[in-house]
């Protein structure tokens, strides 16, 4: 598991850290469905940007409860404004990532990667990734031309941020 990727057009300056899933309590302290393997970063967090216009609020708590954490922000004092956040994500700026360990990478920067079979077919480009819980898969372009790539070693033979390419192994888009 790592961070999400985010749906935004400069995603790439941000890391998406959550997503805002309702109100905790009456005095405005917000759930935040975790899109991140770091929930311990909250723990020293001091601000985080909401929403597309990445609107900066302090972080006066953070504590975990269950599969989530528990914020409260300077200016969220009631439920009803919360409600006006839910389904928002959070963000750092990507500055702030956790430094990852060689051979690991953020989703977010497969985002847009060139994908090609090891044969040298053209795939298309990577648009999602699923979490399945098991592994990740890789969506490779959209609509009925979808093609669902599981991030396993077996599938995947070369995953190279630097050159923006996935190659996979050929078995992997044969559909029959």
Request: proline content about 6%; aromatic content about 6%.
């Amino acid at each position: 598991m790592r961070d999400q990727p985010s749906d935004e057009s400069d995603g790439r300056q941000w890391m998406p850290v959550g997503r805002i899933a309702g109100s905790f309590g009456v005095h405005g302290e917000i759930k935040v469905d975790l899109l991140t393997d770091f929930p311990d970063r909250f723990n020293d967090m001091k601000q985080v940007y909401v929403g597309p216009e990445r609107r900066p609020y302090q972080i006066l708590t953070s504590r975990r409860h269950r599969q989530q954490v528990l914020l409260t922000l300077q200016g969220l004092d009631t439920p009803e404004d919360v409600a006006l956040l839910r389904q928002m994500e959070l963000a750092i700026p990507r500055t702030a990532a956790v430094d990852l360990p060689e051979g690991h990478y953020y989703l977010q920067d497969v985002i847009g990667m060139a994908v090609l079979a090891t044969d040298g077919t053209e795939v298309g480009v990577v648009t999602d990734v699923l979490r399945t819980g098991s592994n990740d898969v890789f969506v490779v372009n959209e609509g009925p031309k979808a093609v669902l790539i599981p991030v396993i070693h077996d599938a995947i033979a070369e995953l190279d941020l630097a050159a923006n390419r996935v190659v996979v192994e050929r078995w992997v888009l044969n559909t029959e």
